[in-house]
């Protein structure tokens, strides 16, 4: 048996251009058998259809590398849930650019590890820069901001609250009802009390309801950190910033802001005004894989000032020695919490590099137009029901009459018939479906399809046919 070739040195494109044309062929197969945003039948259907595919996980005998791409790939294609789909739309899961993947497949080949500088000379680079850039975006006015690239909003969110303890010794968390779940999960992750939930009752953080928290965890003199939220994953809400840090100013409290959703309007002069008071904040959450259109991960975590990572730091002497530092290599241990970590940044640079900040601009400007366009069908549909019109590219409705029972039952007909993926989520106490359009290429077409499939399904649930 021949040594399989690698994907790096001189030989390394030769040996990869054939894999990639299976690969790629092999995705083409598996897009035109599922022929939709879901494949129909369900788990249990998807799941026979993978294990058949498959056979032995780990056969005694390989077939080659061809055959397991084309086999594996396109049961995979065959199998998704595609956000290139315009009626995949119910998560903040973006599809990613063609030439994002493109950058991600180089970064996988060359498989730089972001630990040491001497395994991602130019990687390390190329992340100091880039990272420095998008910190700037946030922080316009600050003379040395700078992020950590991270895995998504569920990391970030953690290193704010982790760099809020080491600057304080403890620190008490402050959040809205709103708020991501990864933030009560990163106090309990790291020892710390439990966090004060503030009701936001009209789907953003109450300011009363804030003041009066602060001040009563004041009195004990803790140190308090407020998260707000810009782009709540329920309804693409944006916590009222600027009053949000004048409370934390008058308290003496710190802010953090999540924008790992709404983050990327800065891109855009139409919408960054939504994101006012963002810069007043000692760290923020963002995710490019969100509204930047990049294949997961490309998190970051912006803040002001570099000097406020400086408790990441480690010293580990096959790493970063002390005499290799003074000798000039750049320390990238404390640029994160995980050892070897790939290179995220370059698919992040090649796309700020293609499209520059009018091409973004243009990207976000496009599926927040679809939300306003969706808004306006459902509103004109007398079977439907609007929650209320969009700040940023989620929408909310519900058949009109129908109970949560049957909304759910709607939701899983879709689902099950492969038909489209609505998302669901509760506002006003009850149930909602939930469309997230981030799909640039989204057409006024594919909105009127979508609702359609819609009523479609609810038809089938009226007349007791729902699959459950």
Sequence with gaps: MS?????GGTAGPAALRPLLTAAV??????????GGPLPAGGPDAVTARVRAALGEALPDKGTGPEEALRTLVSVLAAGAADPADPLCAAHLHTPP????????????????SMDSWDQAPAASALEAATTRALAAEVY???????ALVTTGGTESNQLALLLARERHGTVRLVHGANAHHSLARAAWLLGLPEPVTVPAPSGTLDLAALDEAITDLHRPHSPVLVAATAGTTDAGL?????DIADLCERHGAELHVDAAYGGPLLFSDTHKGLLHGLDRARSVTLDLHKLGWQPVAAGLLAVPDRALLAPLGLRADYLNADDDTE?????LLGRSLRTTRRPDVLKIAVTLRALGRDGLADLVDRVHAAAQQLADLVEAAPALELHRRPTLTTVLFRPVGADDARIADVRRTLLTTGRAVLGRARADGRLWLK?????PHTTPEDLTALLNALLTALSTVLEGSTVR
């Design 327 to 331: 000798a000039g290599l750049p320390d």
């Design 238 to 242: 944006i916590d009222p910033l600027p």
């Design 435 to 439: 469309a997230t359009l981030l799909n």
């Design 97 to 112: 650019l063609a030439l994002a993947v493109a950058a991600d497949l180089a970064a996988s080949a060359l498989n730089p």
């Design 140 to 146: 316009p006015a600050a003379a040395a901001p700078d």
């Design 25 to 34: 062929d092999a995705l083409a197969v598996g897009a035109a058998e599922r």
């Design 3 to 7: 040594t399989p070739p690698l994907a």
